[in-house]
T-cell receptor, first 114, second 116 residues
C-alpha cells in the first residue's frame, strides 16, 4: 500500500548535535511538507517542497534544513541552531501544492533533547 | 494572512451524546477547509473537506461539517459519539492564492474525551 514512512519513531539528541529525520513516500506525490507539533499550538510549517531540487521556508524554518534530491524523499535536519528542538515532527505529502486535495501524513517522529 | 481558531481546547462528552467542535477561519476568499483527526502519537487522518458546492459535507466515521460563510465557520458534528472517537481534532484552511498559496494552516486543536 502507498503511504508515507517516517523514521525513526523516537529520536534522542544531545545538546549541540545535528540530527536528520527521514521521510519517504511512495504515493508519487510532487509536494512534500514538514510540520512541527507542540502541545496546544497545532501544527506549524517548517519547510515545503513542490518539486525535486526546490524547497521553500515555512513559518518556522530557523534552525532547520531540508533537501529534495529525489521525488520520494524529503529529509529534515534539525541543527544545533534550533533552540528548542524537542517536539513531534510530522511529514506530509500531496499530489500537488495547489488545489482542494488534502495532505497525507506520516506517523511522526518524536525528537527529545537530552 | 489566513488563520484558523478552534475556541475549545478540550471537550468532554458522554458516549452516545452528540458532538460539535467549533472552527472559525480568517481568509479573504472562499477557502478550502479540512478537518483532521489525530490519535496519540500518530499522524493525522483526513475526516472531510469542503471546497465548493453543498455547504454540508459528509466525512468518514459518521462525521459531518457545515460551511457557513456568513459566520466564517466550519464546525464538525457527529450525532452520537463512540468511545473510539476520543482523539485530537484539527481544523485547517488552505490558501487558494497569494503568498501562502497551497499551504495548509492548522488550528490549535481540540482534544475530545469520551466518558463511558
Amino acid at each position: 500500500d502507498g503511504g508515507i514512512t517516517q523514521s525513526p519513531k523516537y529520536l534522542f539528541r544531545k545538546e549541540g548535535q545535528n540530527v536528520t529525520l527521514s521521510c519517504e513516500q511512495n504515493l508519487n506525490h510532487d509536494a512534500m511538507y514538514w510540520y512541527r507539533q507542540d502541545p496546544g499550538q497545532g501544527l506549524r510549517l517548517i519547510y515545503y517542497s513542490q518539486i525535486v531540487n526546490d524547497f521553500q521556508k515555512g513559518d518556522i524554518a530557523e534552525g532547520y534544513s531540508v533537501s529534495r534530491e529525489k521525488k520520494e524523499s524529503f529529509p529534515l535536519t534539525v541543527t544545533s541552531a534550533q533552540k528548542n528542538p524537542t517536539a513531534f515532527y510530522l511529514c506530509a505529502s500531496s499530489i500537488v501544492l495547489q488545489g482542494a486535495r488534502g495532505y497525507t501524513f506520516g506517523s511522526g517522529t518524536r525528537l527529545t533533547v537530552v | 494572512a489566513q488563520s484558523v481558531t478552534q475556541p475549545d481546547i478540550h471537550i468532554t462528552v458522554s458516549e452516545g451524546a452528540s458532538l460539535e467542535l467549533r472552527c472559525n477561519y480568517s481568509y479573504g476568499a472562499t477557502p478550502y477547509l479540512f478537518w483532521y483527526v489525530q490519535s496519540p502519537g500518530q499522524g493525522l487522518q483526513l475526516l472531510l473537506k469542503y471546497f465548493s458546492g453543498d455547504t454540508l459535507v459528509q466525512g468518514i466515521k459518521g462525521f459531518e461539517a457545515e460551511f457557513k460563510r456568513s459566520q466564517s465557520s466550519f464546525n464538525l458534528r457527529k450525532p452520537s459519539v463512540h468511545w473510539s472517537d476520543a482523539a485530537e481534532y484539527f481544523c485547517a484552511v488552505k490558501n487558494a492564492g497569494g503568498t501562502s498559496y497551497g499551504k495548509l494552516t492548522f488550528g490549535q486543536g481540540t482534544i475530545l474525551t469520551v466518558h463511558p
